[in-house]
């Protein structure tokens, strides 16, 4: 049968979600747990990748199993296996050929800022420090990404993929208490998207860049003609959807 877990991790001591050889990642512990409780190596397949130091508080991940454990227990009997900064929040049974990678119809992330004038301790583990904000050319730039784009100019230098095109459903920044967010809904992302997008809307802000730039570089393609790439703390994958 096949299972899919909701996962939630604070990727701060990862070097991703993706098993990788120069560092210990989020996938290698989940499924070094999965070993131990079934007493067989299990591979698990995500909704895509997080960078080392990203966030997730709903990554979907299936895997296949043969078990007599509730598919809805399977969650309370992994999670004393595993770090308290990795646990599975949900698990249940989906049809055989649901697949949490090439299923996935949307996925929202979200950038976390502060603004302050110095570092507050407790923030920065989750969240960027800004030392300010104007938030009409902050969601006027969000306004740029809505809809279908060839977002190229979102892509880390130096990556290569074969389709750049995206469709960005919704975007925008507001307030929550201390912390300033950016919350982006699509139906896929680049590698770096979001944190370059992050860096953008800051840029912009800061009259570092117009709305005006950005609609130029979206035409171009230039990566070098928008922000910087915000650092990975600030990001987390909220949700993934398949309906």
């Given at each position: ?9 604070d990727?701060?001591?990862y070097c ?70 990795i ?47 104007d ?16 977002f190229?100019?979102f ?6 993929v ?63 003609a ?5 650092p ?12």
């Open positions: 049968m096949r299972i899919a877990f909701e996962i939630s991790y990727g701060t001591n991703g979600w993706q098993n990788q050889k120069n560092g210990i990642s989020c996938q290698q512990i989940l499924e070094e747990a999965l070993k131990k409780l079934f007493n067989k190596k299990t591979n698990l397949i995500a909704s895509g990748r997080t960078d080392a130091g990203v966030h997730a508080k709903g990554q979907i991940a299936h895997f296949d199993c043969q078990t007599t454990i509730p598919p809805e227990k399977i969650a309370l009997a992994i999670n004393p296996l595993l770090p308290d900064d646990q599975v929040l949900k698990s249940y049974l989906v049809k055989e050929d649901f697949h949490a990678r090439y299923g996935a119809k949307q996925k929202t992330y979200e950038y976390a800022f502060y603004i302050s004038p110095v570092k507050v301790p407790v923030f920065e583990r989750y969240a960027t420090r800004i030392d300010g904000a938030l009409d050319k902050m969601q006027s730039c969000c306004d740029t990404f809505v809809g279908t784009h060839d190229k100019c892509l880390a230098s130096g990556s290569k074969k389709d750049t095109v995206r469709t960005i459903f919704d975007a925008r920044v507001f307030v929550d208490g201390d912390f300033l967010r950016f919350r982006v809904t699509g139906n896929g992302f680049l590698y770096n998207m979001v944190r370059i997008m992050a860096g953008t809307i800051v840029a912009v802000a800061q009259d570092k860049l117009t709305v005006n730039d950005v609609e130029a570089a979206l035409f171009s393609g230039d990566r070098n928008v922000g910087k790439t915000a990975a703390k600030g990001l987390t994958l909220l949700s993934v959807k398949y309906e």
